[in-house]
């Protein structure tokens, strides 16, 4: 998977659950950044959040398990 694909499935992810609109989850989840996987052995992908804080924390609950199912991820 690249990581333009992993953000647009956060993206569906939270304006499913969420509500909102799509430009408003992509603000908030910001870009996906892709790290070596020689130094990121368990996963090689990260975003840094912004929002209020309930916008935080449903982005923060979904990496969670987006994490578990999708912990590698190409540049693009």
Same mark, same amino acid.
């Given at each position: 998977?690249?990581?333009?694909?992993?953000?647009?499935?956060?993206?569906?992810?939270? %304006?499913?659950?969420? +509500?909102?609109?799509?430009?408003?989850?992509? $603000?908030?989840?910001?870009?996906?950044? &892709? #790290?070596?996987?020689?130094?990121?052995?368990?996963?090689?992908?990260? %975003?840094?959040?912004? +929002?209020?804080?309930?916008?935080?924390?449903? $982005?923060?609950?979904?990496?969670?398990? &987006? #994490?578990?199912?999708?912990?590698?991820?190409?540049?693009?």
């Amino acid at each position: 998977m690249k990581a333009s694909e992993l953000q647009d499935l956060l993206i569906t992810s939270l %304006v499913r659950t969420r +509500g909102g609109t799509r430009r408003q989850w992509r $603000i908030a989840i910001g870009p996906v950044k &892709v #790290r070596d996987r020689a130094t990121h052995p368990h996963c090689n992908w990260s %975003v840094s959040p912004s +929002g209020s804080a309930a916008e935080i924390s449903a $982005i923060e609950r979904l990496l969670d398990d &987006v #994490r578990l199912s999708q912990p590698f991820v190409t540049a693009g």
